[in-house]
């Protein structure tokens, strides 16, 4: 059975940092690549923040660059984004998404946690 629950969300000011956590039980993170997306009032969801299965390469959306950090501990099946210099912009639900990259595909979602920036 597999589980994604996100957690960590909030309502900070522009400016601060935060960060999401994300459980994944029944994933193994040598199969499945890891990711964050978010989706925002009125706009369709994007890719935030993405570990490849086995964890050998990382990316990030370019409007995060620079000021968001995913990591991953495979150990504990969790998966991080550390948010700082948060911009009213990145208010949004973020989802976590595990990913299956071989054969049979496919992929799970977390319900989401809201992170609210204030200006």
């Known amino acids: 059975q597999v589980y994604i629950v996100e957690s960590g969300g909030a309502l900070v000011q522009s400016g601060e940092s935060l960060k999401l956590t994300c459980s994944a039980v029944g994933i193994s993170f040598g199969s499945y690549a890891m990711g964050w997306y978010r989706q925002a009032p009125g706009k369709e969801r994007e890719l935030v923040a993405v570990?490849?299965?086995?964890?050998?390469?990382?990316s990030y959306n370019d409007a995060v660059k620079d000021r968001f950090t995913i990591s991953g501990d495979s150990a504990s099946n969790m998966v991080y984004l550390q948010m700082n210099s948060l911009k009213p912009e990145d208010t949004a639900v973020y989802y976590c998404?595990?990913?299956?990259?071989?054969?049979?595909?496919?992929?799970?979602w977390g319900q989401g946690t809201r992170v609210t920036v204030s200006s």
């Open positions: 570990i490849s299965a086995g964890g050998s390469s990382i």
């Open positions: 998404n595990a990913r299956k990259t071989i054969p049979p595909k496919r992929q799970y």
